[in-house]
């Protein structure tokens, strides 16, 4: 595959926040139209790399090309490709969500003739008419966080970044995001999400990043990752209530395994994204 | 930039007004009627004499503290300015853009001030140094409110800000008394701040008093300067 092919490309890329390393030369390549996950524990250097992906935070070292624009030369034409969803509802509370909008499209140079156009799609779209003049704060939290997406779309960027989507959302809006993120992926948009949530990521991601320590510590396709390991877990629980991983290739060999242990309780079952991120950094994602 | 901003006024126009007279008014009837009865300052009428400094003063809290709140709030609570610099905009379209709230309001409360003082005395002109004057201070101090907002780490240090800088500059920059009463000392140091030239340059364009140039350059300076610091902190990311 050539660069062209690529629609983000870090390499060796450093940010220090004082003496503290939140990233330690990361290299990552993100192909055009696919959705790409970074996942890791909180501190682990995930929003730290969507800022500086998305143009907000400033990097130390290495070499960030967007969309074939380099940041430290042409930060303004990345800016075009780019939108961004942050982990926490960044819309002007003050405004209505129409104002939100406007606001945005002007921000974003949209001419105006194609300014209205834009949004009535948008509100079509996303059957957004009965909000329209309400303000942030009075809609629920998975209509703020889809605000937060209609608003960072407006300009139809080609890579939309979100970081940390469905922190605080319950479980009916979780999934209604993720079809959100999945139709965005299917009109070409190429996404970028942030999670520590393991379900989020095998549901969403054609690959995934594991970043731990402010490093990427592996990176491949969901079901490849936890089969490095070995298709098949055995977690063979003693009395005492504790737990060891044992990873085989097939079914019959873990059941063969499963079948020699005489104490404790044992169970089978396909292994996952968070065995593989336990097996990599000895601890769990959400710790 | 600044169309929220603008919105956010149109929607509370009538409460943001309210509150920015009321201080001025409170003033004027304080210090003006109050205190100032039969009283001459610099030649004429304590109550002409103080007008103009609370159109200056007025200049400093008006322009100040609506720029400063309001992008204090959207960095540090609604967290809404990372998505403007997520845009595809200049620095510079950011720097004024985000001043423009405290410009025009700053302007709009001055304008009141000064429209109920000529009903108060007829010593006042409205004239051309006095409009520019205002226009300038108004900017200066939007710029002022914005670089103490990108500089806030909390809430709190706005208000360590307000407490230190703005509160002792309303009550000793030429506002209510002449600086020239003060000591030698305290002149030079009251001249270091950009409040004693608005006072001075606002005062003599609404008097129809020579026009203090060098206090209009000194001005034309800390405005520079307030938007150079701006500049700076944005185009680096430093907010």
């Not at chain 1, 479980?171 to 949530?197: C, Q, S």
């Not at chain 2, 610099?85 to 025009?104: H, N």
């Not at chain 2, 506002?175 to 000392?185: E, K």
Request: with cysteine; hydrophobic share 45%; charged share 20%.
């Amino acid at each position: 595959m050539s660069d062209e092919d690529y629609i983000i490309i870090a390499e060796n890329l450093v940010k220090r926040y004082d003496q503290k390393v939140a990233l330690n030369g990361i290299d990552l390549k993100v192909k055009r139209g696919e959705i790409y996950g970074f996942l890791g524990p909180n501190g682990a250097g995930k929003t730290t790399a969507v800022r500086i992906l998305s143009t907000l935070t400033d990097f130390d070292g290495g070499t960030v090309i967007i969309n074939g624009h380099n940041l430290k030369k042409n930060i303004m034409k990345a800016k075009v490709s780019v939108g961004v969803i942050q982990q926490h509802i960044s819309l002007d509370k003050d405004l209505t969500v129409m104002e939100n909008m406007r606001h945005r499209a002007l921000m974003h140079q949209i001419p105006k003739n194609k300014r209205e156009e834009r949004i009535a799609e948008l509100i079509e779209y996303f059957s957004l008419d009965e909000y329209l003049d309400s303000k942030i704060d009075s809609l629920s939290g998975g209509w703020k966080k889809r605000v937060s997406i209609i608003c960072a779309i407006i300009h139809s960027p080609e890579i939309i970044f979100l970081d940390e989507p469905t922190v605080g959302l319950d479980i009916k809006a979780r999934r209604l995001l993720w079809e959100l993120i999945r139709l965005l992926n299917k009109d070409g948009t190429t996404v970028f999400l942030t999670t520590h949530y393991i379900e989020e990521a095998q549901a969403l991601c054609d690959r995934v990043g594991i970043i731990d320590n402010g490093k990427i510590i592996a990176d491949g396709t969901p079901s490849d990752l936890s089969e490095s390991l070995g298709k098949f877990t055995v977690v063979a629980t003693d009395p005492d209530g504790k737990s060891v991983y044992k990873y085989f290739p097939d079914r019959a060999s873990a059941s063969e395994y499963g079948n020699s242990m005489t104490n404790g309780e044992i169970l089978i079952r396909r292994t996952n994204l968070e065995d593989c991120f336990v097996e990599l950094t000895g601890r769990t994602v959400k710790n | 930039m600044a169309w929220g901003d603008l919105r956010f006024m149109r929607h509370n126009f009538v409460s943001i007004m309210a509150m920015t007279l009321v201080s001025p008014v409170l003033y004027l009837i304080a210090f003006g009627y109050g205190m100032g009865q039969g009283v001459e300052m610099d030649g004429v009428p304590y109550i002409a004499f103080i007008i103009p400094g609370i159109v200056a003063l007025s200049s400093l809290n008006a322009s100040f503290s609506s720029t400063a709140t309001r992008l204090n709030v959207q960095r540090l609570y609604y967290r809404s300015f990372d998505e403007m610099m997520i845009c595809p905009l200049r620095t510079s379209s950011i720097v004024i853009g985000k001043a423009i709230l405290g410009f025009i309001r700053g302007l709009i409360s001055c304008l009141l001030i000064f429209l109920l003082g000529l009903l108060l005395t007829d010593k006042l002109i409205f004239s051309l140094p006095f409009i520019a004057c205002l226009m300038l201070s108004c900017l200066t101090f939007a710029l002022l409110g914005e670089m103490a907002a990108l500089l806030a780490k909390t809430h709190q240090s706005m208000a360590v800000f307000n407490t230190f800088v703005i509160l002792p500059m309303t009550f000793l920059c030429g506002t209510f008394f002449s600086v020239s009463i003060l000591p030698d000392i305290f002149q030079k140091l009251l001249y270091l701040i950009p409040l004693t030239h608005a006072s001075e340059c606002i005062r003599a364009g609404a008097l129809g008093w020579n026009f203090p140039l060098l206090s209009f350059i000194v001005m034309i300076m800390f405005c520079l300067l307030f938007y150079a610091i701006n500049y700076y902190l944005v185009k680096t990311k430093k907010v």
